[in-house]
């Protein structure tokens, strides 16, 4: 009974932070799953604390672990971790998968992946779960005042329209048809939160897509970003902003916030050495050109000081690369955020 007493005393404990999406976001939970979308072996978590890879698609840190920072809670577990019990589920959990899409056809190469609409379902799991730990009124106070990040999208594009030549996706709709159906699945998934009790959502847009050193291998001839894949970035990021701005005006409330991801990346993608990188174009772990090839393992080449890549592996940024992306996350001006940035949320919710 402690906890229950001590939970709802505890007004300055940190709030709660749920992840929903694909590898940007993954903790780990691919792990434990039969999948190839997995960050589990050398040298994935080189310059984590434990210098040991957990699952996240990153030299050390992901964007949630720094988000988790700014909130001053723990990194969240993934879900699937037999770790995630009693008091730790008060700090939330991260739902996501390496692999995922917007689309449930999205991925199928990876097999076993957590789905989107999967991650919803363990997302009311959890609340039923915490419900039996502190009461279904404490459950929905947690939840409700909880921050939210939802990364999903580019692989709606890399691995699926774009993954082969005339794609069944390709065949089906035209790049901007296509963009519009993904928009208006994504229009359903974000609602779907907000009925699962989420109010305050940070949704993040895709990348540069056309930019990654995966790209620049398969597509580019000059070292440039493919022109069609930074297209389907430019149509997708400005539609996902109107969507947010429909469904706040719907609920009467800022409860969806864009966090404008390409633009904060091409920041360091096109003058990388005025945010102290040598490089935006090689990976610092892969193989062939650009190091873009196939997956980072301990037989890639390895750059001896990651903090000057921006890239870590062919799709994924590095941990220095994530600390500036959250950076403008918390700070960052309009250009970036829709409507406001993280501080800014952060105070107006410890004023209520």
């Given at each position: 009974m402690a906890l229950v007493s001590g939970f709802i005393g505890a007004e300055a404990d940190p709030r709660a932070f749920f992840v929903f999406g694909d590898s940007l976001v993954d903790n780990g939970n691919n792990n434990y799953l039969a999948t190839s979308a997995r960050a589990d072996s050398p040298p994935y978590g080189i310059?984590?604390?434990?210098?040991?890879?957990?699952?996240?698609?990153?030299?050390?840190?992901?964007?949630?672990?720094?988000?988790?920072?700014?909130l001053g809670a723990e990194s969240t577990l993934p879900y699937l971790s037999p770790e995630l019990n009693g008091e730790r589920l008060l700090v939330g959990a991260n739902f996501a998968s390496a692999g995922i899409g917007i689309l449930n056809d999205t991925g199928i190469q990876f097999v076993n992946i957590i789905r989107i609409f999967r991650q919803l379902e363990y997302f009311q799991?959890?609340?039923?779960?915490?419900?039996?730990?502190?009461?279904?009124?404490?459950?929905?106070?947690?939840?409700?005042?909880?921050?939210?990040?939802?990364?999903?999208?580019?692989?709606?594009?890399?691995?699926?329209?774009?993954?082969?030549?005339?794609?069944?996706?390709?065949?089906?709709?035209?790049?901007?048809?296509?963009?519009?159906?993904?928009?208006?699945?994504?229009?359903?998934?974000l609602r779907r939160l907000y009925d699962l009790g989420a109010r305050r959502v940070l949704v993040t847009g895709t990348g540069p897509l056309g930019c990654v050193p995966a790209e620049l291998a398969q597509r580019s001839t000059n070292g440039e970003c493919s022109e069609e894949l930074q297209r389907a970035a430019s149509l997708f990021n400005p539609q996902l902003v109107q969507i947010i701005r429909q469904l706040n005006s719907e609920i009467g409330s800022d409860v969806f916030i864009g966090a404008n991801t390409q633009q904060m990346s091409n920041d360091f993608i096109h003058d990388p050495q005025a945010y102290g990188f040598?490089?935006?174009?090689?990976a610092c772990c892969g193989q062939g050109p650009y190091n873009g090839i196939g997956l980072c393992t301990v037989a890639s080449n390895l750059c001896p000081n990651r903090d000057i890549y921006a890239f870590w592996d062919p799709f994924h940024p590095s941990e220095r690369a994530n600390r500036y992306i959250v950076q403008q996350i918390l700070s960052g001006t309009t250009e970036y955020m829709y409507p406001m940035n993280l501080s800014t949320i952060l105070a107006l919710d410890a004023k209520n």
């Open positions: 310059d984590y604390p434990s210098r040991r890879p957990t699952g996240r698609f990153s030299n050390g840190l992901n964007i949630p672990d720094f988000i988790s920072q700014e799991e959890y609340q039923q779960r915490v419900s039996e730990l502190i009461g279904p009124e404490q459950t929905e106070r947690l939840v409700n005042g909880a921050l939210v990040l939802i990364t999903l999208g580019g692989n709606d594009f890399v691995n699926n329209y774009y993954l082969v030549p005339y794609s069944a996706r390709s065949r089906q709709y035209n790049l901007p048809d296509y963009v519009k159906y993904l928009i208006s699945e994504y229009k359903k998934i040598v490089t935006s174009k090689i």
